[in-house]
């Protein structure tokens, strides 16, 4: 799939950026999995309208006049929003009317080349007066909304997608898609540089050295594929580089959406950090197969007690995901590159997987023998078989009596025994239980 187009919501505190984030993204977003470390500060989500398929990022409130850390990474983080988006809407409040923080959110928006949008929200009574003011900001013509009320969002999204291209599928199922992830500097572009065995990325010690993900396409062992690197924004002299890393999941986003394999690149140096465990946890809601790669080995001493080291905080960190493969290697002296690729081929392997319904339904069966799942509310819930409908990710429907009380504990009962049954390393699987007669 193509990158999808990027919407920003700006603005200053307080005038509903979050509300209307989460009532476009609520029906696209469900947390399925109440797993610590699951991702749960999500400020991306997918929409679509119309045809159009589009990202939002909600980002916090910009205020210019604190200076404080808080509200320096907070603007950080809105800047490169801003600066990537293909559509910046700017949302004020329609209550308080128009401030001087609202003109000088506007005056900082005029720099960036994507189109704008104003949107009066809180205009309960949709009193379309109360725009008028919004006028002085030069941004067009302001649109009156009620993200609380849902009043008036058709319109807002219309205008959006007025501005969007309708993202065209690339169909070529021959062609294994794998996305370099990882903050900078880990040693993304060493590593498909050693891949593709030219000099294809600049590679430099300065973190976050290339602009965009670029997809570079190469044969390995007689079958084709493409490499997306994101190595990172380039910087900016008021931009520090710790900063950078903080926001790197912001480049990582679409590339981990247009992939067939992840590879999340650590840097061994660091050791893992918060942002490898988000960025990791954007790969295993997004349903891909991954392969975590720990670069920079050779400047590790007393590697097998530091191995040992690593794979307590991946069993810590990771708990999310803990069909998880690791490679340690090092792009600098060519170590193990080959056994990335294979890990590669591996899960993206594992991902395709077909189960027959008589094999599948043989572990069901096992598995609720052993245990069934608990009674809930005076009900007793009856297994009656499951079926995979799909594959990338491996997808399985169980129909049962009463789908709507089935915990997540006992899914991941499930799934545990699909594993032990069947390989599935490297790659995240769907368990969607049904009530009979449901598609």
Same mark, same amino acid.
């Given at each position: 799939m193509?990158k999808?187009?990027l919407?920003?919501?700006?603005?200053?505190p307080?005038?509903?950026?979050?509300?209307?984030?989460?009532?476009i993204?609520?029906?696209?977003?469900?947390?399925?999995?109440?797993?610590?470390?699951?991702?749960?500060d999500r400020?991306?989500?997918?929409?679509?309208?119309?045809?159009?398929h589009?990202?939002?990022?909600?980002?916090g409130?910009?205020?210019f006049?604190?200076?404080?850390?808080?509200?320096?990474?907070?603007?950080?983080?809105?800047?490169?929003?801003?600066?990537?988006?293909?559509?910046?809407?700017?949302?004020v409040?329609g209550?308080?009317?128009?401030?001087?923080?609202?003109?000088?959110?506007a005056?900082?928006?005029?720099?960036?080349?994507?189109?704008?949008i104003v949107?009066?929200?809180?205009?309960?009574?949709?009193?379309?007066?109360?725009?008028?003011?919004?006028?002085?900001?030069?941004?067009?013509e302001?649109?009156?909304?009620?993200a609380?009320?849902?009043?008036?969002?058709g319109?807002?999204?219309?205008?959006?997608?007025?501005?969007?291209k309708?993202?065209?599928?690339?169909e070529?199922?021959?062609?294994?898609?794998?996305?370099?992830?990882?903050?900078p500097?880990a040693?993304?572009?060493?590593?498909?540089?050693?891949?593709?065995g030219?000099?294809?990325?600049?590679?430099?010690?300065?973190?976050?050295?290339?602009?965009?993900?670029?997809?570079?396409?190469?044969?390995?062992?007689?079958?084709?594929?493409?490499?997306?690197?994101t190595a990172?924004?380039?910087r900016?002299?008021k931009?520090?580089p710790?900063?950078?890393?903080?926001?790197?999941?912001?480049?990582?986003?679409?590339?981990?959406e247009?992939?067939?394999?992840?590879?999340?690149?650590?840097?061994a140096?660091?050791?893992?950090t918060?942002?490898?465990?988000?960025?990791?946890?954007? /790969?295993?809601?997004?349903?891909k197969?991954?392969? *975590?790669?720990? #670069?920079?080995?050779? +400047?590790? $001493? =007393? %590697?097998?007690?530091?191995?040992?080291?690593f794979?307590?905080?991946?069993?810590?960190?990771?708990?999310?995901?803990?069909?998880?493969?690791?490679?340690?290697?090092s792009a600098?002296?060519g170590?193990?590159?080959?056994?990335?690729?294979?890990?590669?081929?591996?899960v993206?392997?594992?991902?395709?997987?077909?189960?027959?319904?008589?094999?599948?339904?043989?572990?069901?069966t096992?598995?609720?023998?052993?245990s069934?799942?608990?009674?809930?509310?005076?009900?007793k819930?009856?297994?009656?078989?499951g079926?995979? /409908?799909?594959?990338?990710p491996?997808?399985?429907? *169980?129909?049962? #009596?009463?789908?709507? +009380?089935i $915990? =997540? %504990?006992?899914?991941?009962?499930?799934?545990?025994n699909?594993?032990?049954?069947?390989?599935?390393?490297g790659?995240?699987?769907?368990i969607?239980?049904?009530?009979?007669?449901?598609?």
């Amino acid at each position: 799939m193509s990158k999808l187009p990027l919407v920003a919501i700006v603005g200053k505190p307080n005038v509903g950026k979050s509300t209307f984030f989460n009532k476009i993204a609520g029906s696209k977003i469900s947390i399925v999995e109440d797993i610590p470390g699951v991702t749960r500060d999500r400020i991306f989500a997918n929409a679509e309208w119309c045809g159009f398929h589009f990202q939002i990022v909600d980002t916090g409130g910009l205020d210019f006049n604190k200076t404080d850390e808080i509200n320096k990474r907070i603007l950080e983080q809105a800047n490169l929003a801003i600066e990537i988006a293909d559509v910046i809407v700017l949302f004020v409040d329609g209550k308080t009317g128009l401030t001087h923080d609202d003109i000088e959110v506007a005056n900082h928006l005029r720099r960036a080349k994507a189109p704008k949008i104003v949107a009066v929200n809180k205009l309960d009574n949709y009193e379309l007066e109360k725009t008028y003011e919004f006028y002085e900001l030069g941004l067009g013509e302001p649109i009156a909304i009620s993200a609380e009320q849902s009043k008036g969002l058709g319109d807002l999204l219309d205008e959006i997608v007025k501005h969007l291209k309708k993202v065209e599928q690339a169909e070529d199922e021959n062609v294994v898609k794998i996305a370099l992830v990882g903050k900078p500097n880990a040693g993304k572009s060493s590593i498909t540089n050693r891949l593709l065995g030219e000099e294809r990325m600049v590679v430099s010690s300065v973190a976050g050295t290339t602009r965009d993900a670029i997809d570079s396409p190469f044969r390995w062992n007689n079958k084709d594929y493409s490499l997306i690197d994101t190595a990172g924004l380039r910087r900016k002299s008021k931009i520090e580089p710790d900063s950078i890393e903080r926001y790197s999941v912001i480049r990582s986003l679409s590339a981990i959406e247009r992939c067939d394999v992840a590879v999340l690149v650590i840097d061994a140096s660091e050791g893992i950090t918060e942002q490898d465990v988000k960025i990791a946890g954007l /790969i295993h809601e997004q349903y891909k197969p991954s392969v *975590i790669v720990v #670069n920079k080995w050779d +400047l590790i $001493e =007393n %590697s097998e007690q530091q191995r040992k080291a690593f794979e307590k905080r991946f069993e810590k960190d990771l708990a999310f995901m803990k069909y998880y493969v690791t490679i340690y290697a090092s792009a600098e002296n060519g170590r193990n590159m080959g056994k990335i690729m294979q890990a590669v081929d591996e899960v993206h392997s594992n991902a395709k997987r077909e189960i027959s319904m008589s094999l599948f339904n043989n572990v069901l069966t096992n598995a609720i023998s052993s245990s069934e799942p608990p009674a809930k509310n005076g009900k007793k819930i009856k297994i009656i078989f499951g079926k995979q /409908i799909a594959t990338c990710p491996p997808t399985f429907n *169980i129909y049962c #009596n009463h789908a709507e +009380l089935i $915990e =997540n %504990s006992y899914a991941r009962y499930i799934e545990n025994n699909l594993r032990r049954a069947f390989d599935f390393k490297g790659t995240p699987i769907k368990i969607q239980f049904k009530n009979k007669g449901e598609d």
